[in-house]
């Protein structure tokens, strides 16, 4: 995974396969949970899922548990690149109305910017 601060409010998950993914999600709430401990303001975060070709219950388990605490802290979080499969998937589960995806990361990243 490659794991990038955009800026100093913002950090880009490049995501992959099983069992990166796992690894990817596990880093990404070490970013919270560091944000939370440290008293500082919880980066907004863009998760790529260009690399991903599937999900499992696992890896749905675990982008709900980051949206929750990034929401939680007030926080935002953008999903973007999804392929089809994984597109079937959020579909089926109802994910789709619980996160906001984008086609790709510049828009997900502008989407952000726009807000703030």
Known sequence: MSLNEWSDSIVLAETGEEP???EDMTSLMAIVE????GGRDMPDMVVNLAEVD???SSNIAQLLRLRKRLAAAGARLRVCSVGDQVWGVILVTGLDKLFEFHDDVATAIASLQLEA
């Open 20 to 22: 990166t993914f796992s």
């Open 34 to 37: 560091d944000s939370e401990q």
């Open 54 to 56: 599937y999900l499992n």
